[in-house]
């Protein structure tokens, strides 16, 4: 594995391997990874000649009162997992690397930044759309490889691409689950044993809403108050939101259909989960 630090040597390194004929994928990262993350590589090695992928935490897209500085970081056991897998570029830039002192541009996509996530957390879909749209000047992948769990990530990025031009693929990959039914984060690894228990009320909440689509009920009022009820009886838990969704507009649907998107957000204690079900 080739481990760059700098921009520049990272460009170079990308180009060597498009310039050689090989399809690039890329799969950016915060670390602390798990086998969620080691899916996107898994699959970015099934469809590409060449895999990168990059760790950094990037501070642009937390808030003043969330937790970068507490934000798990492993980057030796990172290392070794993404070679494991066969990634055979690393881009592990430093902060002051990635936004040099006096940097003043954004990247923001007017109209989706706002709404799910983003209306709960200012600023936090600028601070993604700003490194990814940095990262994909920098490694210039064929295909980028991201999770549906951050349903509202993956639609913003789409969007960014689409309007920028960036001749890249957008590759979303399903949700990865523990045993139990609870999609994998790294933020998993705050929860204590009982907030573990009481975290796997989202997927409950969401698995009620599907099963009551399935029965043949479309009234999103309907649906959602199946769910509200079921994440009711955690009342530990503290909701953001529970919609259910256009995918690639983020929209609320009045009437459910196939293809929209139940997705939900909540506090476990001090820990702020998402997790999102096709219906």
């Known amino acids: 594995m080739k481990i760059c630090h700098t921009i520049e040597e990272m460009r170079a390194v990308c180009r060597a391997s498009r310039d050689r004929g090989k399809r690039l994928g890329f799969v950016p990262t915060m670390g602390a990874l798990h086998a969620g993350h080691l899916s996107l590589v898994q699959a970015a090695a099934a469809a590409c000649d060449v895999v990168a992928a990059s760790i950094f935490v990037n501070p642009l897209q937390f808030g ?5 500085l507490k934000y798990p970081r492993s980057f030796d056991r990172d290392r070794s997992l993404l070679e494991g897998q066969g990634v055979e570029i690393l881009f592990a830039p430093s902060a002051e690397e990635m936004y040099p002192p006096g940097a003043i541009t954004w990247v923001t996509v007017e ?31 064929d295909a980028a490889f991201f999770g549906q769990k951050d349903a509202a990530q993956l639609a913003i990025l789409r969007r960014m691409v689409s309007d920028l031009n960036f ?15 609870l999609a994998m984060s790294s933020r998993n690894a705050y929860l204590n044993p009982e907030e573990r228990k009481q975290s796997l009320v989202l997927h409950r909440a969401l698995t009620r809403v599907k099963n009551l689509f399935q029965s043949g009920v479309r009234d999103t009022e309907k649906l959602l108050a199946a769910g509200l009820q079921a994440l009711a009886e955690e009342n530990s838990v503290r909701l953001d939101y529970l919609e259910i969704i256009d995918p690639n507009t983020l929209d609320p649907l009045r009437t459910a259909a196939k293809g929209a998107l139940v997705a939900v957000a909540a506090h476990v204690g001090a820990t702020r989960l998402i997790d999102n079900l096709w219906l």
Do not use: M, N, Q, S
């Not at 003043?64 to 970068?68: G, L, S, V």
């Not at 890249?168 to 039914?181: H, S």
């Open 111 to 141: 109209g989706l930044t706002d709404k799910l996530d983003g209306l709960f957390r200012p600023g936090h879909f600028r601070g993604v759309t700003t490194v990814v749209a940095k990262l994909f000047h920098v490694v210039e992948p």
């Open 64 to 68: 003043p009162a969330e937790d970068f």
């Open 167 to 181: 001749p890249v693929e957008i590759v979303a990959c399903p949700v990865v689950r523990e045993p139990d039914g």
